[in-house]
Nanobody, 117 residues
Framework: QVQLVESGGGLVQAGGSLRLSCAASGIVFSVVAMGWYRQAPGKQRELVATLTSAYRTNYADSAKGRFTISRDNAKNTVYLQMSSLKPDDTAVYYC???????????WGQGTQVTVSS
C-alpha cells in the first residue's frame, strides 16, 4: 500500500520560512518523480515544483527563487523549503509521486500552510 505523508505545514508570518516534508512508503522511491502541488480556497490545484529521479527540477513561476524542492532517497522523503512566504502562498500543499513526470500516480493527504500578513 502506497502512502505519502506530508508534514511541516503551519501558520507563519509573511516573509517567514517553512519546510515541508513528504515521507513515502510502498513505492520504489528512487525511481519516481516527486512533486509538490497546492490548492488555495476556491482555486484549482496547481503545480509548485517537481523533482525527477535524475534530480531535474521544475518550478512554477510563483515559486522560482523562493522555494526549493529536494529529495533524500535514503529516507524516502521529498522536501519543499519555502522562504519569503507571502499571503498568496496560503493553501493546502500536497505531495505527489509519478512514475512518469506529469502523470500523478499517488497523492498525499495534504498539509495546510497559512501565511499571515
Amino acid at each position: 500500500q502506497v502512502q505519502l505523508v506530508e508534514s511541516g505545514g503551519g501558520l507563519v508570518q509573511a516573509g517567514g520560512s517553512l519546510r515541508l516534508s513528504c515521507a513515502a512508503s510502498g513505492i520504489v522511491f528512487s525511481v519516481v518523480a516527486m512533486g509538490w502541488y497546492r490548492q488555495a480556497p476556491g482555486k484549482q490545484r496547481e503545480l509548485v515544483a517537481t523533482l525527477t529521479s535524475a534530480y531535474r527540477t521544475n518550478y512554477a513561476d510563483s515559486a522560482k527563487g523562493r522555494f526549493t524542492i529536494s529529495r533524500d532517497n535514503a529516507k524516502n522523503t521529498v522536501y519543499l523549503q519555502m522562504s519569503s512566504l507571502k499571503p498568496d502562498d496560503t493553501a493546502v500543499y500536497y505531495c505527489a509521486a509519478m512514475y512518469k513526470l506529469g502523470q500523478i500516480d499517488y497523492w498525499g493527504q495534504g498539509t495546510q500552510v497559512t501565511v499571515s500578513s
